[in-house]
């Protein structure tokens, strides 16, 4: 019986040590069994998925991108699904149903409302880290907006488009306009007079001078580069009784009434300030960088930007910039996956090969600003850096509050339509943004 019991021991000893070597590996550095830490057995790929909007010519780099991520990272497989119309709804469906992208796009209103859901991630302790290859300082300051809460960041810049005018050459030329705004500028000469007497020569030569595009970053760059403000520290909406506010307010209602300024909801049933500026018939319109593929398309136009003009005596001051933030579903199943992908779109190395070779956007991230110089087009490229380093994103105290940038221009676009008296109109539009902000303070 001893010699039985024994024998019987030595058998199980032996099929344990036969099971533990075909199991987790053991020294041999074998892990087929392995669970690894985003989820999968060693050897499968990884995959995530990234959502955007976006022009055809947009998504065609955002493609390049993504097959160029995977042929570097042969254990990550990103997928790329664009979301077109209705973004913001299709993504809210995705999150509550659990089938939303790991990483996806945000615009300054949405990030807000996704940041106090709880549905994206906090980046700070990812961006901070020591082998992270995006830090917070590579970004510049004004673009964060309402990105970040608390010093705390839930998106990042993608790239930015900081608002100039773009000009019409042959248009400012045919009204008997010789000294482009662009060296007016350069000389410190470029004010609101300067501005006014280009328009109302290109007016008197039958065609429009300027096409006012009904959204915040048009109307709060003309105050903000007067040395005025639209919101004060504690967010409160104070255009009606900030005098420099007021005054550029006004210096746009007086200008559409002498149609120097064209409002462009009122422009010809079909045609836009871009297809009019093409076709030779307005001087100025406002834009990011968003402009320069379509207009380099046209060999014959010839154009170039500009600045906001301003009053203060310095040659530029802060006007807007139009950002969207990239951010990472707090649900996901693959986070370091996603964020190897996240930042590497977000690199000053993703940015450069997103932007490059005539991009309609200009980095946020510092390093890369040959990107927007290259090919001298327009002539002037280097502006939109300028304006980037002066510019902001929407404040987060409008951002932060659902509906209010669109009740706002709702109530701008019915001061043009209907021929609005200005001071009735400012009054109540700071009325109504005041009561919205406090109404949500307080749970209303």
Known sequence: MKKLRKSLLAVVLLASVVLQACGSGGGSGDNQGAVAEDGKSSGEKVKIKWATWGNPGELTRFQEFTKDFNSRHPDIEAELIPIPGEYDQKILTQLTGGTAPDVFYAGDGFVVKLIENKSIEEMTPRMTAADSKIKPDDYFEGLWGAAKRDGKIYGVPVDCNPMVLWYNKKVLNDAGITEMPADLQAKGQWTWDAFKGMVEKIRDSKKYGYVLDNSWNSYYSWVTSNGGKVYDDNGKFIGYDDPKSKEAFQFLYDNVKEKNITFA???????????????????????????????????????????????????????????????????SKHKDAAYTFYSEFLSSDGQKFRLQGGGNAVPSVQGVDDVVLEGNLPEHAQLFLDAREVGYSLTPFEAGIPGLSTDITSKFEALWLKNGELDASLKGIQEMANKKIDDYKNGK
Do not use: C, H
């Open 265 to 331: 909801g009122t422009l010809p049933k079909g045609q836009g300030g871009d297809a009019m500026f093409m076709s030779n018939q307005v001087g100025f319109v406002g834009a990011g960088r968003w402009y320069l593929p379509l207009f380099k398309k046209n060999s014959s136009l010839e154009y170039d930007v500009v600045t906001w003009p301003t009053n203060t005596g310095n040659k530029i001051e802060p006007a807007g910039i139009p950002t969207a933030f990239l951010v990472m579903n707090s649900a």
